[in-house]
């Protein structure tokens, strides 16, 4: 269980695909052979059989496409403000689809604003790519990268003990087959899932179709539910009472509901009707 609640906190999800150029350069496949035809090599590479087409591939061979993260920051006075923003901003502009471009704008972020960081199994995967694909794509994030002498002298985003980087999976408890996924926990929370039949194994298909706007709206549930899960631990670790607990849902539901209003963010008032809907099943509407 984590032990505190920082002043600036990111709910953040990643979302990547495998990458075509690892896969012609690990491969020595041809420049000009199809990318969904090199993804299918890839996967052939690491192990695909009839039962499972699509084996896990080590994130130094995946792209990463989109980072949503919902951010609460408090003030002095104690006013609490709630965002929700993603990487990239426009789909439609391949320069801010760009992976490097997005890497860096994040890891900049993190490293100028110093957050308390909150994903679901972040340190096993989120950061993990986001610190090998910064690698290999050449950018530099000091500010993120800064570490203390001792663990308890600074914020730490490499630590898994760090109150920095809070990994809800592991905060949870249990291990192997016992351990709920994020979507498991949310629904049984009364918070949305996974909507709409999109899931982690449809962004691969979504990127090869140009769908970098279904992955950005994907992403951005992903995050919205991992800050929900987050204040629902946070309430249960009794960082917030009843009443701030609800005041703190009302601010998400809030943000959702003025951002839902642009034609472009119709899929956050599907995720808030589906909120709805959760939320009356499971007595707490």
């Not at 984590?2 to 495998?18: L, Q, R, T």
């Not at 920051?73 to 993603?86: A, E, F, K, Y």
């Amino acid at each position: 269980m984590f032990k505190s609640v920082k002043h600036d906190v990111w709910a953040f999800d990643a979302e990547w695909v495998p990458d075509p150029d690892a896969g012609r350069l690990l491969y020595d496949l041809p420049a000009d052979m199809p990318d969904f035809e090199v993804v299918q090599e890839m996967w052939r590479q690491n192990g695909a059989t009839e039962e499972k087409p699509r084996p896990f591939l080590k994130y130094a061979m995946s792209r990463l496409v989109s980072i949503a993260m919902v951010t609460r920051s408090q003030d002095p006075q104690g006013n609490v403000t709630i965002d929700l923003r993603v990487q990239p901003r426009d789909p439609d502009n391949p320069d801010d689809c760009d992976e490097a471009a997005i890497l860096s704008r994040f890891l900049e972020s993190v490293g100028r604003r110093l957050p308390q960081l909150v994903g679901f199994n972040s340190t096993g995967s989120d950061l993990p790519i986001m610190i090998q694909r910064g690698i290999i794509k050449g950018i530099t994030a000091a500010g993120f990268c800064i570490r203390p002498d001792k663990p308890w002298e600074g914020y730490d985003y490499f630590s898994r003990a760090s109150e920095w980087n809070v990994d809800l999976m592991t905060a949870i408890g249990e291990w192997g087959k016992a351990r709920p996924s994020l979507k498991e926990m949310a629904v049984l929370s009364g918070i949305p899932g996974k909507m709409g039949g999109f899931d982690g194994d449809s962004v691969a298909e979504a990127w090869l179709d140009g769908g970098i706007r279904r992955i950005a709206q994907y992403n951005q549930h992903d995050a919205v539910t991992t800050y929900l899960v987050w204040l629902r631990i946070a309430h249960f670790a009794g960082f917030f009472n009843d009443d701030q607990y609800r005041e703190e849902q009302d601010l998400v539901r809030s943000m959702l509901e003025e951002k839902a209003k642009s034609p472009e963010n119709g899929h956050l008032a599907e995720y808030v009707q589906e909120w709805d809907r959760l939320k009356g099943m499971v007595g707490e509407g």
